[in-house]
């Protein structure tokens, strides 16, 4: 992961691990490579500053909500808080990193002094000619793109290699052209290649939408045979499909990349075409800038010697103002606690297994309900005795199932299923108390402890649809009241219809490693078969 914490503000760039991100408020995204977005996904729920074309790109492939995202124009500076009462703000400027579509460096000014964080960049002499960066500002800390900090790999420049590839292309003027690529990047060498030769550029259809997203030239097309140059994912240039596309026609491939690759076929060419800068445009980069130290981004490439000779001498650490300090410090906990509970609010509805209706096949299955019903008349309790009742009986199976696999003693409650619908109680290790009615979610937390629910069971069909009778017949619990002393009342049921719906109703944390498939019916039986011996006995207790 390539991302960070910088020390001593509540910064985060490109860094989503919220477990580690500790006094943290304000994030940051660079740009929507995979390896600058891990941990960031749907679920996120916090605000989140990025370039405009990342902003589309973060909500069309990685669904996050668009009320977190914060658009911010490239070549502005923006003004934000860095405390709750706006005592202490910060500037940050976004400048083009020239690595891939929506990828900026982050240049930041305030208490803290001036960072500017590259990202994956590419140098050019003009992004020196920035406006941010043309004032001869004193950069104190720069967090540099060291993809690439290596002497003794030599790389061309952009244009170089694009020159390199057209050359490549010239010598098979019959051919078929695969270029692999990676799914963001290099559309600005895709388009130069079209208008060379003069022939469209066939894209797939995700791509074609970002690149017109880009406002390039209209010289892309998803029609497989428009053109003879041809984009691909990067994973397909391999020794099968290069033998399957010259069996039709033929065909070259081409890997733009300063990576080193093994070469499975000898029509595949690789061309050292990078989007992170050189060993010697970083050291003309930071030998401009004169900052006072240097950060690498990839963790494990030191590079901070190679740049001696170019650093100012450091300034010491800044004091973190207290509005500041309070920001990054106070209801840290509580704001980790909301966010879950609010991240948890806003999942979609589950979806779950809907079967088919008892009623709808009353024929076929008469006999079997009416040789149950006696079953289930003896074993389950009457609505009167239940209303009667001032809480259901409590059922808890601690330790008597999986004794090795729990730690930390926490109940598990048996699961409630009809064949109207299902409602489940689970007693998590966190202190959440989830209740599932059917497809919809309730959340139930009281801080620090254990939470359960104690259910006052009602007849069903009163408020929620027609009335059931017979084996149909359900109670499930409404205004649950909570206590974090009391344990959670499951809903009993006096049977369950099915292996499938055993399966269904079984804990996964039940199914051990080294259950093998063939023992899985076996251990289901037995998880039942347990929770039905352990509710007899809870129903003679409640008669004696």
Known sequence: MNGVLIPHTPIAVDFWSLRRAGSARLFFLSHIHSDHTVGLSSTWARPLYCSPVTAH?????????KQWIRALEVGE????????????????????????????????????GTILYTGDFRYTPSMLKEPALRLGKQIHTLYLDNTNCNPALILPSQQEATRQIIKLIRKYPQH????????????????????????????????????????????????????????????????????????????????????????????????????????????????????????????????????????????????????????????????????????????????????????????????????????????????GDLEQQPSPCTLQVKKQLLPDRYSKEWDLLVPFCESQGMATVVTAPLGLSVQLRCTDEFISLKTGEEISLRPHLLPRGDNDGPATTGNQSAWIGKDSSLSPSSRAGPLLTSGFRGLALKYLLTPVNFFQAEFSSRSFDQQVEKYHRTLAEIQRSAQTDTLV
């Open 176 to 383: 078929n052209i695969k270029i692999g690529l990676y799914s963001l990047g290099k559309e600005s060498l895709l388009e130069q290649l079209a208008l060379e030769f003069r022939t469209w550029v066939v894209l797939s259809p995700r791509r074609l939408e970002l690149v017109q997203l880009l406002g390039l030239a209209d010289v892309f097309t998803v029609e497989e045979n428009a053109g003879r140059i041809h984009a691909v994912d990067r994973t397909e240039i391999c020794l099968s499909t290069m033998l399957h596309w010259n069996r039709t026609h033929p065909t070259i491939a081409i890997l733009p990349t300063s990576r080193k690759i093994h070469i499975s076929h000898p029509d595949i060419h690789i061309i050292p075409y990078s989007d992170h800068s050189s060993y010697s445009e970083l050291r003309a980069f930071v030998a401009a800038l004169k900052p006072c130290q240097v950060v690498p981004i990839v963790s494990g490439q030191p590079c901070r010697h190679y740049f001696q000779d170019s650093l100012n001498p450091r300034l010491s650490m800044p004091l973190i103002p207290a509005s500041v300090q309070q920001y990054m410090s106070s209801n840290s906990r509580k704001q980790s606690f909301l966010w879950l509970l609010e991240r948890r609010l806003k999942k979609p509805r589950i979806q779950g297994v809907v079967f088919e209706s008892l009623e709808e096949n009353a024929d076929q299955c008469q006999p079997d309900r009416d040789s149950k019903k006696a079953k289930k008349e003896k074993l389950s309790p009457q609505p």
């Open 77 to 112: 500076s923006h003004v934000l808080p860095l405390d709750e009462i706006g005592k202490e703000t910060m500037t940050v400027t976004l400048i083009d990193a020239n690595h891939c579509p929506g990828s900026v460096m982050f240049l930041f000014e305030g208490y803290f």
């Open 57 to 65: 790109l973060l909500h069309r492939r990685l669904q996050v909500s």
